[in-house]
């Protein structure tokens, strides 16, 4: 089978664009702390599953840069001939030094951010340019203004925004909108522990305005599978991040996902798969963008496609169990 017949693609919003229903994100364990190969057999193999689409950031390393560069070494060496089968995404606007202009959302700071990504990547444009986060103390349309420059540019296809507030996506989305490059995506976190999406608005604003969903940490980092269950594993995300302090991984987090297990079990799948599924239900959400730290991960999780949809009855029980805040910094 190919890998085009092995994946589900959705198209973003109202855009031409169609995204795998997985996208895959370089975000942890994408450094130079961790071995080249492993992380080039992890990239190849979710190409290989028809995951065409990868997320990155100027951020995203240790050091900053690094995943990237690792990326690049990848894009180069095995993935060149197909670069044109390939979407990739970086962004731009979360701090990467000390510097006033390598953070926020000021002109400067995106397009040099963006000149290093395209050095780092190895590529002459990326498919996506994303500001990062909103930065509240730089006028939207300097920030929205370096966007679309990227795109006239040729240095970018689309763009996308990313942790923007509902009300700053939709002046976003209309500034852009006004400029001739419509908002491809937003990216926000979005999972059963983290139902923010749904509280905000936000899901029915990109109904609204025509723009695509890709929602990152949607396994919350790994508590929304069943490693954290008994303890935690040697080399697991808890046990050596900055971003999931074992601390979350308490009574009341063991409870909540054990019982979410369960459900998962009686369908005859796992915890993660049911996860992934529950955030692809929502018509609005173009892709989950996932991690993994080995294939056998990636294979597992791109199986939650072949399931049933979801029940009533079973979106009711997990919203009992799947309490809003669990385990995750709201
Ligand atoms: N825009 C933003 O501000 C922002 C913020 C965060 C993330 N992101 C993007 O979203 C991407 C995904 O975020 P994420 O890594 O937090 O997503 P996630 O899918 O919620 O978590 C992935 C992690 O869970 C563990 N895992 C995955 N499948 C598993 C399985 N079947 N069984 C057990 N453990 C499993 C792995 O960690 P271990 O094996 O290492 O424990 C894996 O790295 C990032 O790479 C980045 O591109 C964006």
Redesign the pocket.
């Known amino acids: 089978m190919s890998r085009y017949e092995k994946m589900e693609y959705r198209r973003a919003g109202h855009s031409g664009l169609d995204l795998p229903a997985f996208s895959f994100?370089?975000?942890?364990?994408f450094g130079t702390d961790h071995p080249y190969e492993t992380q080039r057999d992890i990239v190849l193999h979710a190409f290989d599953l028809g995951i065409t689409h990868f997320?990155?950031?100027d951020r995203y390393g240790p050091p900053h840069r690094a995943a990237q560069q690792v990326f690049g070494q990848v894009l180069k060496r095995d993935l060149a001939p197909y670069r044109d089968e390939l979407l990739l995404s970086t962004?731009a606007g979360n701090p990467i030094g000390p510097s006033p202009y390598l953070k926020g959302g000021s002109r400067k700071s995106l397009l040099t951010s963006l000149e290093h990504s395209l050095r780092d990547l190895g590529t002459d444009r990326v498919d996506i340019f994303y500001s990062?986060?909103p930065d509240l103390t730089t006028p939207l349309e300097e920030t929205v203004g370096a966007l679309v420059s990227a795109v006239e540019q040729g240095k970018a296809l689309y763009v996308g925004i990313?942790?923007y507030a509902p009300e700053r996506a939709h002046e976003a989305a209309e500034l852009l909108r006004r400029a001739g490059v419509p908002l491809l995506v937003h990216?926000p976190?979005y999972?059963i522990f983290d139902r923010r999406p749904e509280l905000n608005g936000l899901l029915k604003l990109a109904a609204e305005d025509g723009f695509g969903l890709i929602v990152?940490?949607?396994?919350?980092?790994?508590l929304?599978?069943n490693?954290y269950l008994d303890g935690i594993p040697a080399?697991?995300?808890?046990e050596n991040s900055a971003f999931l302090s074992p601390d979350v991984i308490d009574d009341t987090y063991r409870q909540r996902a054990a019982a979410l297990n369960g459900i998962a079990e009686r369908r005859g799948q796992?915890l993660?798969q049911l996860a992934l599924q529950w955030v692809l239900r929502q018509p609005q959400v173009t892709s989950a963008?996932?991690?993994?730290?080995?294939t056998a991960?990636l294979d597992?999780?791109v199986k939650a496609l072949d399931f049933p949809p979801l029940t009533e009855e079973e979106l009711a029980l997990i919203d009992e169990h799947g309490v809003h805040g669990t385990g995750v910094r709201l």
Not at 235 to 238: F, I, K, L, P, T
Not at 289 to 294: D, K, P, R, V
Request: cysteine-free; proline content about 2%; charged content about 15%.
């Open positions: 994100g370089l975000w942890q364990k997320d990155n950031a962004k990062h986060s990313s942790n990216q976190r999972s990152y940490s949607p396994l919350a980092q790994g929304l599978t490693k080399g697991a995300r808890a796992s993660a963008l996932i991690g993994a730290s080995s991960q597992h999780n």
